[in-house]
Every structure is written in C-alpha cells, then in structure tokens.
Nanobody, 123 residues
Framework: QVQLVESGGGLVQTGGSLRLSCLAS????????MAWFRQAPGKEREFVAA???????YYPDSVKGRFTISRTNAENTAYLQMNSLKPEDTAVYFC?????????????????WGQGTQVTVSS
C-alpha cells in the first residue's frame, strides 16, 4: 500500500508564497528520487522540480529562481517551497517517486503518484 499524500495547497495572491508537502509511505523513501509535477485544466502534466536520491536538484526555466524542492528522509517527506507566485502557476500539483538514479523529467519515468493538491494564484 504505497501512498504519496500532498498537502499545503491553497489560494494566494500574485507574488505570494506556498509550501507544499508530500508524505510518503509503503516504500523505502531514501531509495527513491522525488519530483513535483503540475497540471492546469486543458493542459499537459508539466515537470516542476525533482530531487535525486543523492540530493541533485532539477528545475525547468519556468520555475527556476522561484521554487525550491527539498526532502527530509527521516520524515519520509518531500517539500516544494513556491515564492513569487504568478497566475500561470495555478494548477493541481502532484508528488511523484522513482527508483531511477538518473532523474526523469517525463511523467512516464515515475513509479508512484499522489492525488494532487490545488494551487490557485489570483491576480
């Protein structure tokens, strides 16, 4: 019974901040890379951030300098700190996990997924 449970989403104004959490259970957390994806209505699921088993961090240009991914293995939790939020950041944010050592950017490379948490940024 693998589970990834996201929390921390909500409604913020443009320029505001949110911190998302992803609590994992049912697998050895330290053996997996963790990632965040997002999906807005009518759009494809988009890679947002990833952190490898060894602490390597990856972001696309759309969030670089604004978002920070981290993990606490002792608590089986990954985080996404989001600052300087824009209306185009509005989406459902999903947590995902993979055993791959080389971190994938595509959703097909991930073994486990959470249910998602809504982030809405108003203008």
């Amino acid at each position: 019974q693998v589970q990834l449970v996201e929390s921390g989403g909500g409604l913020v104004q443009t320029g505001g901040s949110l911190r998302l959490s992803c609590l994992a259970s049912g697998f050895t957390f330290s053996d997996f890379a963790m990632a965040w994806f997002r999906q807005a209505p009518g759009k494809e699921r988009e890679f947002v951030a990833a952190i490898s088993r060894n602490g390597g961090i990856y972001y696309p240009d759309s969030v670089k300098g604004r978002f920070t991914i981290s993990r606490t293995n002792a608590e089986n939790t990954a985080y996404l700190q989001m600052n300087s939020l824009k209306p185009e950041d509005t989406a459902v944010y999903f947590c995902a996990a993979t055993r791959a050592i080389v971190v994938p950017r595509g959703q097909r490379g991930y073994n486990y997924w959470g249910q998602g948490t809504q982030v809405t940024v108003s203008s």
